[in-house]
């Protein structure tokens, strides 16, 4: 039976995925961007890297017995912050919440009890923790929610030679990209690629946010150096991700 190990919810059968719930399996729900990534990568590149490392970390769960399924990734999410440059696709909160809501209630409905929603882009982060907190309260199931880099944690900065963790269209980005999907990278224009290390001017602590135009920030649209990126980098990258995720998720305590 080959979907015994298929970890896609949209490779599965409706029987296939009802014996999933049964068995309690975790439903991990990619969510991403669809936005300017610099000059040398393709706008989906949140998508591509939430969708490889949700389906890392699911096939690591499986392969120690731990049921689990991935959705087909939430491709839209906020980011007025990249509209300037064009070719950027955003939502609002309310309709970014409503998408998410909305697939979280089926998976409560097809029986499921517990969802991570896996965020790729940092312009999602803070909208994804509440609408997580709110799935729980009105879908009454087990809703957890984290950005992959946040999860990560300091996994990734031995691996980089110029950041510590994710920026945008950065080292850490362009090298997972390369393992993932490299069509997607334009080599010949990564002398273009980096810009400055932050998007906060001096004197705004980490702790505050307030978004700006990227535009404003990077002319490149990115934020780092993407120069330094390597596809044995990006592999690197992506296990170690889906190591530290794995066993975040496999912690009994999370979901009690």
Known sequence: MAHATEIEWMKLTFAELNERAAAGAL???P????????????TGVDIICANGVAQRVAHRLAAV?????????????????????????????ATFSAVLKGVVRSAARAGFKRVMLLNGHGGNAEAVAVVGGECQT????????????????DAFAPILERQSNVLH????????????????????RLAEAHGPHSTRPEGQ????????????????????????ASAEKGEALLEAAAERIAEELSNAKLWG
């Open 205 to 228: 602590p980490a702790a505050m946010i307030r978004r700006r135009s990227f535009k404003d920030i990077s002319p490149s649209g990115v934020i780092g150096d993407a120069r330094a």
């Open 27 to 29: 439903v991990i729900v």
């Open 65 to 93: 017995g731990r049921p689990v399924v991935v959705t087909p990734c939430v491709w839209t999410g906020l980011a007025e912050h990249h509209v300037p440059f064009g070719g950027t696709v955003t939502l609002d909160f």
């Open 138 to 153: 009105e879908f009454g199931i087990a809703v957890a929610a984290g950005t992959y880099w946040h999860l990560a944690g």
């Open 169 to 188: 269209a950065c080292e850490a980005e362009t090298s997972m990209i390369m393992t993932l999907l490299p069509e997607a990278v334009r080599g010949d």
């Open 31 to 42: 969510v991403a961007s669809l936005e300017q990534h610099g000059p040398h990568l393709a």
